[in-house]
Structure formats: structure tokens, C-alpha cells
């Protein structure tokens, strides 16, 4: 069964582009009444008693701006671009095919490049060590695990350690 389909990259794109173009327009709108307070700050007399109102308007306007854009593009914008860059990843990176044994959900958050995952625990053979380990296989925090029962074989493919397909045996 598949979990991460490769239409989740085209979304995230179109995702990720949607909140540059509200940044520039944001940014447009401010270069223009920046451009605006230039202006009427020019068009003042000498010594004229609104230049400070000129000047505080423009302070609060560029203020106000930077605070904005600064969480804008630390919060909702860096979440979404890192999980663009996660699911392009997935789609191009190399594929690892495994068959281990299910042990348990871990619904622990884990942060893997910016972007939240949990995790499915299995028990792996290490053919070099000649012993089982767990193998933590990380899934999408916002997405249901998979329906698995402790102790099913299941044959996965995981890119980065994260899961892309499975399929119970």
C-alpha cells in the first residue's frame, strides 16, 4: 500500500509558492507606501511641523512590516518549504526496500528537517552483526499510522528513513 504519494510535491509546490506570492505582495504594498511617505516628505516645506508625523508613520509602517514578515516567513513559510523539500526528497532520493517484524507505534514527535514525524518501531535482522535492533521507520505526524499488529511481517520502502510504501506479508 502506498503512504506518501508523489502528488504531495505538486501540492506542496503550489503550497509553498502561494505563501511567496502573499510575502511579495505584502512587500509590494510596502515599497509603495514607503515610496508614498518619500514623496510627501519631500513635498514638505522646510521646517514644517508634519515631518515628524511623516517620519513616525513610516517608522510604524516599516516596523510593523519587519515584525510581520519576520513571523510570517519563520512560522507558516519555513514549515511549509521544508516539508517541499522533504517530499521532493522522498520522491527522488533512493529507495531502501526492508522486511522486518512490527513491534509497536511510537507516537513520540521526532523533528527530521524541519518537518514533524512519529515513528513505526520494528525489529530488523543486522546480517553484519548477526543480532536484531530496532528500527524506528518515521511517518508524517499529521497522517494515521498504518493498521499494523504487533508481530506482523511487512515488507516496506522507506527514503531517508522515512516510509513510502508498505505491504503486511
Do not use: C
Request: proline share 2%.
Amino acid at each position: 500500500m502506498v503512504y506518501f504519494e508523489n502528488f504531495t510535491v505538486d501540492k506542496m509546490k503550489k503550497k509553498k509558492n502561494k505563501y511567496l506570492a502573499i510575502f511579495y505582495s505584502a512587500l509590494a504594498i510596502y515599497v509603495v507606501l514607503s515610496v508614498v511617505f518619500f514623496v510627501w516628505y519631500l513635498q514638505l516645506p522646510y521646517a514644517s511641523p508634519t515631518i515628524n508625523l511623516v517620519k513616525t508613520l513610516h517608522h510604524v509602517l516599516t516596523g510593523v512590516f519587519t515584525a510581520g514578515a519576520f513571523f510570517y516567513l519563520m512560522l507558516p513559510y519555513k514549515r511549509v518549504k521544508n516539508y517541499y523539500k522533504v517530499s521532493v526528497n522522498l520522491a527522488k532520493g533512493i529507495k531502501e526496500t526492508t522486511t522486518a517484524s512490527f513491534l509497536r507505534y511510537d507516537e513520540n514527535l521526532h523533528e527530521k528537517d524541519g518537518v514533524d514525524f512519529k515513528a513505526l518501531v520494528f525489529s530488523e535482522y543486522n546480517k553484519y552483526k548477526k543480532d536484531f535492533y530496532e528500527r524506528k521507520v518515521l511517518v508524517f505526524y499529521d497522517k494515521e499510522f498504518p493498521k499494523f499488529e504487533k508481530g506482523q511481517n511487512v515488507t516496506f520502502i522507506t527514503q531517508g528513513n522515512v516510509l513510502i510504501s508498505y505491504e503486511i506479508l
